[in-house]
């Protein structure tokens, strides 16, 4: 007997064996305990290979208590798995069932299990461990970052061995430095995987969870939704980075605290992503979405600041085929289809998504092709002065028809020009051809003081120095600024920075015009109307469409009297009858401007320049040009 195991007090070997030891039931349901295994496999350390790290561990232990094996074993639902084995007949063996473990009792216990002689043992009569040489036993816990028993750290005999104090001591050290390199490793691995300002997963995160839960039994599919709040983008460049940080973490905290188990990422600077748990369909997963829109509903409030939220939504719901790079890109192609939508919220099941993805290819691609190839045309539609019907200009609108795909409506190619970039190049092309030909006309039929309107995109103020553009294409054209104007639509004010403001300005600073296209159909802030150097608004042609009823007349009343209070002209669009017209001027808009198919349809260059010729024989050499004669009423084409 060794100086060590003389400092054992006497003991009954089978009560020393079994002190530790749990039934097979409470084994089971500490080894299956489902917030355990789910720390387990977030360590990303099962099925991962031996390494020097732990090996030198393990070969320590076997040097310094001269026992043939040392195991530093990984206890999953159903088997555990050796991340380092020294000592084993068949080295390349790295797993067993759990039959063959003891230590799953380690992992029941939380805390060394120490067995001299296994075959004393009564709870271990069903185990084959004794049966495949394991005689004596001692393991301590593996533990994680979290707390979680990974399963031990052991030392085994193949014969009867009596542990003393130090041995166990040591064992337990060592133990304790496994559990320490493995704590490591998971705050490294929460770290790279871990946004540091919100706490939230970020985008690599996010895919290890979806994957995870991909390859989990699931009866029913999941659903991955992509958020996007652009207001971060106003908070940033208005209030700075440091309240627009304080956001981020607000709706963080908001997310994660109303939707429960569901997984919540931070995708981008503007982005977050929540993965539900099953849903049954696209309708439930749309019931996820309002559970966002709850969640963020009120506004938040950082450093004295009442900061709204208006999320964007989109939602892909998986099939059984699905990796999750499809289901995060299905989900990000819904959010873009989801700012089109009336309540910022769009759902797509995969097969339909990909179907949408590839007609979304073809036509990009054929549009790339026609830009090149300068293959779209430019339709001009009149505007007239209410007052006497008179020609005051046109807004240039672009058409496009295609060999292979047909008439393709600017509803659908449009988006898909903004969402790939060649809205930058197709607008270009606009402008500098209405410039062109507005100033061609002008040259022809200068009795007339032609204008000509063109549209901005949102999306051309973001990637491109409009201002800049608009110079270079009067410059080029000679066309008088003041006889230009430029449309934005209300989604430029949406999120407004200097950047958009300052190009606005600019674009005023020229002498060209700026119409509010579509007003009182977007969610602009009212005090935008003051700041922005406006000439004129539009009354967007749903107005147009009922004005049979009463509220709607209210409405258009009010923007007239608005425009009229802030000195801002107003044009009219979408009149299609006598009786639309004669209601318009009641309400007070004699003077407005006005379109419609009621005045004209958008027409090339070749049949508008006939109507110019008549036109300006009826002007005579006094100039000012006479009513243009009605036209039959036909669905409209923007």
Not at 219 to 238: H, K, M, N, Q, R
Request: aromatic share 4%; proline share 6%.
């Amino acid at each position: 007997m060794s100086d060590a195991d003389a400092e054992l007090p006497p003991a009954n070997p089978a009560e020393r064996n079994s002190a530790q030891l749990s039934d097979a039931q409470s084994v089971a349901e500490s080894v299956r305990d489902p917030a355990r295994l789910a720390a387990l496999r977030d360590a990303r350390l099962l099925d991962t290979g031996p390494e020097d790290s732990f090996d030198r561990l393990t070969r320590l232990a076997v040097e310094l208590l001269d026992a043939p094996v040392s195991l530093v074993s990984l206890v999953d639902e159903d088997r555990q798995y050796f991340k380092s084995a020294v000592g084993l007949l068949d080295p390349s063996a790295r797993e067993t069932p759990l039959s063959h473990s003891i230590c799953q009792q380690v992992v029941a216990a939380g805390g060394p299990v120490i067995i001299d002689d296994t075959r004393a043992v009564e709870a271990l009569r069903y185990n084959a461990a004794p049966e495949l040489g394991v005689s004596a036993y001692a393991g301590v816990p593996l533990r994680g970052p979290e707390g979680a028993v990974y399963g031990a750290f052991c030392v085994i005999d193949s014969k009867e061995r009596r542990w003393s104090p130090r041995e166990i001591e040591l064992i337990e050290h060592l133990g304790t430095a496994a559990s320490g390199e493995i704590e490591l490793r998971g705050r490294l691995a929460h770290a790279l995987r871990h946004d540091t300002l919100t706490g939230l997963p970020h985008r690599d995160g996010f895919v290890v969870h979806l994957e995870d839960a991909l390859r989990a039994p699931q009866e029913s599919p999941l659903a991955v939704l992509a958020i996007a709040v652009e207001a971060l983008g106003v908070v940033d460049s208005s209030l700075g980075r440091e309240i627009r940080d304080k956001m981020l973490v607000g709706i963080a905290v908001r997310l994660k605290e109303r939707l429960g188990e569901a997984v919540v990422a931070r995708m981008g600077d503007e982005q977050f992503a929540v993965l539900s748990g099953a849903v049954a369909g696209e309708r439930e997963a749309l019931g996820w979405a309002d559970a966002v829109r709850d969640a963020l509903a009120e506004p938040l409030e950082v450093s004295g600041h009442i900061l709204p939220v208006f999320p964007h939504i989109g939602i892909a719901v998986s099939e059984p085929t699905d990796s999750a790079h499809d289901l995060i890109g299905g989900a990000a192609a819904a959010l873009r289809e989801a700012v089109a939508q009336p309540d910022h919220v769009h759902a797509v099941g995969l097969p339909k998504l990909r179907a949408e993805a590839i007609e979304r290819l073809l036509v990009e691609n054929a549009l790339r092709l026609a830009i090149q190839r300068r293959a779209l045309r430019v339709f001009y539609q009149p505007k007239v002065r209410l007052s006497d019907r008179s020609l005051y200009g046109f807004e240039a609108l672009l058409r496009w028809e295609d060999a292979e795909l047909g008439n393709v409506p600017p509803s659908t190619f449009i988006p898909i020009a903004e969402a790939s970039g060649l809205i930058a190049p197709l607008g270009q092309l606009v402008l500098v051809e209405a410039c062109r030909q507005a100033s061609e006309w002008r040259s022809a039929f200068p009795a007339l003081d032609l204008s000509m309107a063109v549209n901005l995109s949102p999306r051309q103020m973001q990637i491109t120095d409009v201002a800049a553009l608009v110079g270079e294409a009067l410059e080029q054209t000679g066309l008088p600024p003041e006889r230009l104007t430029i449309e934005i639509t209300e989604g430029v004010l949406m999120a407004p920075s200097e950047g958009k403001i300052g190009q606005l300005r600019r674009i005023a600073g020229l002498g060209v015009a700026l119409e509010l296209d579509d007003f009182g159909t977007g969610y602009s802030s009212l005090s935008y109307l003051a700041q922005l150097p406006l000439c004129s608004l539009k009354i967007d042609r749903s107005f147009i469409s009922r004005l049979e009823e009463e509220r709607t007349r209210t409405i258009v009343a009010a923007i007239i009297a608005l425009g009229d209070a802030l000195h801002l002209d107003v044009t009219v669009e979408g009149i299609e009858t006598e009786a639309q017209l004669e209601r318009i001027r009641a309400m007070g808009c004699a003077d407005c401007v006005a379109q419609g198919y009621l005045f004209g349809r958008p027409k090339p260059a070749e049949p508008v320049r006939d109507l110019l010729s008549a036109e300006a024989a009826l002007a005579g050499p006094e100039g000012g040009s006479a009513p243009l004669p009605v036209v039959a009423s036909t669905p409209p084409q923007r």
